[in-house]
């Protein structure tokens, strides 16, 4: 995968986690998601108790991680 910011090469890897939440910034974490991910989503069908690898890439030159939020391994 190729870097947003500087167009080199990614090195592909994982992020172990329970889970992972993006949630805009005027809003707060919740226990379920519903609706449209613009309001917040958790990655994945994810337990907190179940450790799973979340795919991500990372850029040396930039110091950037990209997370696919379509999968998780």
């Known amino acids: ?5 500087c167009g ?3 090195l592909r890897g994982y992020i172990p986690t ?3 939440e993006w949630i805009p ?3 707060k974490s919740k226990m379920r ?8 989503f958790r990655l994945g069908k ?3 108790l179940d450790m799973k690898k979340q795919p991500a890439w ?4 930039c110091d950037v991680i990209t997370i696919d939020c ?3 391994e």
């Open 1 to 5: 995968m190729k870097c947003g910011y």
């Open 8 to 10: 080199r090469e990614m």
């Open 18 to 20: 329970p889970a992972i």
């Open 25 to 27: 910034a005027y809003g």
């Open 33 to 40: 998601y519903t609706g449209e991910k613009e309001e917040g």
């Open 46 to 48: 994810q337990h907190f």
């Open 58 to 61: 990372y850029c040396p030159a």
């Open 70 to 72: 379509k999968c998780t």
